[in-house]
């Protein structure tokens, strides 16, 4: 299994639709996972990090399953500008401390 | 608060030429950490400098890229010579440093990144 693993996508949705994205992880040890949004030709910014069972954030909600090594984005109400690439962030430990591992990217197209 | 500063914003080479890139991280942030993205796949951590000290270059290609951080603030990356593959968006990132550990995860930040296409 590869360290952190996202489907390519794209997602095209219609805006006020919702939309969810997985993730699976290889490193059991990891404890702490974000989810990053990529603008096209942009730089990542963070959009959520997730400690524990889950976390909310208005129309996003990032889940966590430790059992099954995966964790998941959705989004509620798509609109316009949501359209981006979500990558899955899991930060592996090295010698030297955490080491983000980023996945691929998932691309998000919100359509009219 | 000023971000994450990175130059040139673009550069076109020859392969077999030489590159620097250059970044000055969020003012006070210990840790800073190079990234290459591809098109189409995630950032890959290249280095990770905490102050002047490598914590982290398992993923560098030492043989043509190496990078300093001497003073504990700035940092330049360096290719020489480069290769075809070596066309990607390059990002440096910082953070405060002040915590590690697995159960806790700074925020880091990225700076616009340096888009180099190697021709």
């Known amino acids: 299994r590869k360290e952190v693993e996202q489907d390519p996508g794209p997602f095209n949705v219609p805006e006020g639709a919702t939309v969810a994205f997985n993730c699976t992880y290889s490193n059991s040890a990891s404890q702490s996972f974000f989810w990053y949004r990529q603008d096209c030709r942009k730089e990542p910014k963070l959009l959520m990090s997730v400690y524990s069972s889950g976390n909310e954030d208005g129309r996003f909600t990032a889940q966590l399953n430790r059992a099954s090594q995966y964790i998941s984005l959705l989004i509620r109400d798509s609109k316009l500008s949501d359209s981006a690439t979500y990558l899955c962030?899991?930060?592996?430990?090295?010698?030297?401390?955490?080491?983000?591992?980023f996945g691929t990217g998932t691309q998000l197209k919100v359509e009219l | 608060e000023a971000g994450v500063a990175q130059s040139p914003r673009y550069k076109i080479i020859e392969k077999r030429q030489s590159v620097a890139f250059w970044c000055n991280p969020i003012?006070?942030?210990?840790?800073l950490y190079w990234y290459q993205q591809i098109l189409g796949q995630g950032p890959k951590l290249l280095i990770q400098?905490?102050?002047?000290?490598?914590?982290?270059d398992s993923q560098l290609p030492k043989d043509r890229f190496s990078a300093e951080r001497l003073k504990g603030v700035d940092s330049t990356l360096k290719i020489q010579p480069a290769k075809l593959e070596d066309s990607a968006v390059y990002l440096c990132?910082?953070?405060?440093?002040?915590?590690?550990?697995?159960?806790?995860?700074?925020?880091?930040?990225f700076g616009p990144g340096t888009r180099l296409l190697v021709l």
């Open positions: 962030v899991v930060p592996i430990l090295t010698g030297g401390g955490n080491k983000l591992t």
């Open positions: 400098f905490q102050n002047n000290g490598v914590v982290d």
């Open positions: 003012s006070g942030h210990a840790t």
């Open positions: 990132a910082s953070s405060l440093g002040s915590r590690t550990g697995l159960s806790y995860q700074e925020t880091q930040y």
